[in-house]
């Protein structure tokens, strides 16, 4: 039969007709977004307060140790401090770095003493810091190290009952000592610009029974001595110099009753 159609001509008219159709998507799909360090939030929370919570952790151990430092101002070395504030000693020093770079406390560093230690000392923004005011004022125009040693002499001969910054008649003497027998006076000499002035006055103002001159080396010490030698000879009598370091492993009775041991 004529009128019988083939495959063929199935096969060439569905392609005709499939060629003239457009698929048109019903959406785009959207791409998938970048992958975040955390693609859950809470573990993010929870690194920002962990991140918080050391930042604070860190600023408690700081504080506490000015604290400590606060507390034992020109007595206690760098580790008898961060044993008070419950530090161990590597973090204790790792802190009191922190605190010098930020200019909160001085590192002072006698260059005497088992091990020379090192004694942290206030400094005005330490202070403001903490919100407390200075506990152990400077003495009249001295510095860190003046006032260290005043206290650190102080200690040595406490059983003698000495007084820091003694006034008599207007003298402030750096450390004064009151017996029986009259006042003794010590004078701590960084340099020896102001001694002879100190030791006239200590004599004729203080009325001193003794000065002695402690000098934080030999160059102070022979300087010192040289200033002495041109004073009148009562002076001379009455003026003994020594060492910081060997001052303070004088006994304490040595200053009282044998002060042939402090030479000229």
Known sequence: MNNVIDKNFIDCKAAFLLSQWKVQPRYTPASPPAEKPSENP??????RSDTIRNSDTANDSLKGFLMAAYHNEYRLSLTPICIAAGLPAGT???????????????IIQVPFGRGRPKYPVLLPDGYALLGVQPKTPLGRGAGYEHTLYQHLI??????LKPTIELNRNDKFIDVGIETNEGLICIEIAMTAVHEKINIEKNITLAKAKAVIVACLNEKVLTDVREIITQLPEEYQMKTKTILIPELLK?????IITNQTKLGL
């Open 92 to 106: 204790g020093s790792r802190i009191a770095e922190e605190c010098v770079k930020r200019n909160l406390i001085k």
């Open 154 to 159: 102080a200690k040595h001969l406490k059983e």
């Open 250 to 254: 004088a006994k304490p009775d040595e």
């Open 42 to 47: 809470r573990a993010g929370s929870m690194h």
